[in-house]
């Protein structure tokens, strides 16, 4: 049975410190490409971050770099982003995924269409 579980998720104030967990199960976690994924209200889901098969390469939305941080352990099949220096405007479902890309497909990319298998996903609130 496949299982993509986030978890980390909260209320948090504007300047606050959140961290992500994905954990994986059923299906292959190392060597492919892992994303993390938003999606406010009335807005459509965007890529935030994802991380090549062996966590080589990662790739961010522009309006988190340097403030979030992308990781993995293949051991633990386990994905993380750290979210620091959040705002208001990183309030959002965030969404965990594989992609069908391993790193042999190329560079990791945020392009939602890649991604075949989600999460729930967890619930982040910055309040300022």
């Known amino acids: 049975q496949v299982q993509v579980l986030e978890s980390g998720g909260g209320l948090v104030q504007a300047g606050g410190s959140l961290r992500l967990s994905c954990t994986v199960s059923g299906l292959t976690f190392t060597g492919y490409v892992m994303g993390w994924f938003r999606q406010a209200p009335g807005k459509e889901r965007e890529g935030v971050a994802c991380i090549s098969g062996y966590g080589g390469t990662s790739v961010y939305l522009d309006s988190v770099k340097g403030r979030f941080t992308i990781s993995r352990d293949n051991a633990k099949n386990t994905l993380y982003l750290q979210m620091d220096s959040l705002g208001p405007e990183d309030t959002a479902m965030y969404f965990c995924?594989?992609?069908?890309?391993?790193?042999?497909?190329?560079?990791?990319?945020?392009?939602?269409?890649?991604?075949?298998?989600w999460g729930q996903g967890t619930q982040v609130t910055v309040s300022s």
């Open positions: 995924a594989r992609s069908s890309r391993k790193n042999s497909d190329g560079p990791p990319r945020l392009t939602t269409a890649d991604y075949n298998y």
